[in-house]
T-cell receptor, first 113, second 116 residues
């Protein structure tokens, strides 16, 4: 089936550093999403991307929908301790009868104060 | 407050003892889904439901059952739990199944299940 390859699997960074993670697939999608899961909670949507090449920001977070429609990246600038958590990329092709999300395996981010 | 509520939050049980994890949403969402989260494997879909009385298998349905008798509730049933079903489970819901921009999946806070 379709799979999303998310990297890196984990990151240990110093507070204030920038972070970059990405997600790739062999399949084409028309929606890319980034979720964050805080420890002990369910994932929460951060950014949604709908068009190839689209670049969207949400505060210190920036995500881009790749031109080939097979990849996406998420950048976090000037990281802070509350950025700790697991970040998931997710993708789907809406329309038709399903529209189920496919999730990457996650990037676990640790931030050292 | 709009939310997806799962119960219980933590559950320890023994092999073979039937259990049910409840999920309820107050947003009138048609679509509901169950995921399990395991280290290194991310979120894998177990079952989903497009609407009342409409359910379908996800990627890892073996050993699980679901029902959707009412719009707001989507319980996950383990008839005979086994240790490989020890996992963190999430219920999720979202609005309309037929519009394009229906990606806003709302997650519950999770149920940590341990099967001994």
């Amino acid at each position: 089936g379709q799979q999303l390859n998310q990297s890196p699997q984990s990151m240990f960074i110093q507070e204030g550093e920038d972070v970059s993670m990405n997600c790739t697939s062999s399949s084409i999608f028309n929606t890319w999403l980034w979720y964050k899961q805080d420890p002990g909670e369910g994932p929460v949507l951060l950014i949604a991307l709908y068009k190839a090449g689209e670049l969207t920001s949400n505060g210190r977070l920036t995500a881009q929908f790749g031109i080939t429609r097979k990849d996406s990246f998420l950048n976090i600038s000037a990281s802070i301790p509350s950025d700790v958590g697991i970040y998931f990329c997710a993708s789907m092709n809406y329309g038709g009868s399903q529209g189920n999300l496919i999730f990457g395996k996650g990037t676990k981010l640790s931030v050292k104060p | 407050e709009a939310q997806v509520t799962q119960n219980p939050r933590y559950l320890i049980t023994v092999t073979g003892k039937k259990l049910t994890v409840t999920c309820s949403q107050n947003m009138n969402h048609e679509y509901m889904s169950w995921y399990r989260q395991d280290p290194g494997l991310g979120l894998r879909q177990i079952y989903y439901s497009m609407n009342v009385e409409v359910t379908d298998k996800g990627d890892v349905p073996e050993g699980y059952k679901v029902s959707r008798k009412e719009k707001r509730n989507f319980p996950l049933i383990l008839e005979s739990p086994s240790p490989n079903q020890t996992s963190l489970y999430f219920c999720a819901s979202r609005p309309s199944t037929w519009t394009g921009l229906n990606e806003k999946l709302f997650f519950g806070s999770g149920t940590q299940l341990s099967v001994l």
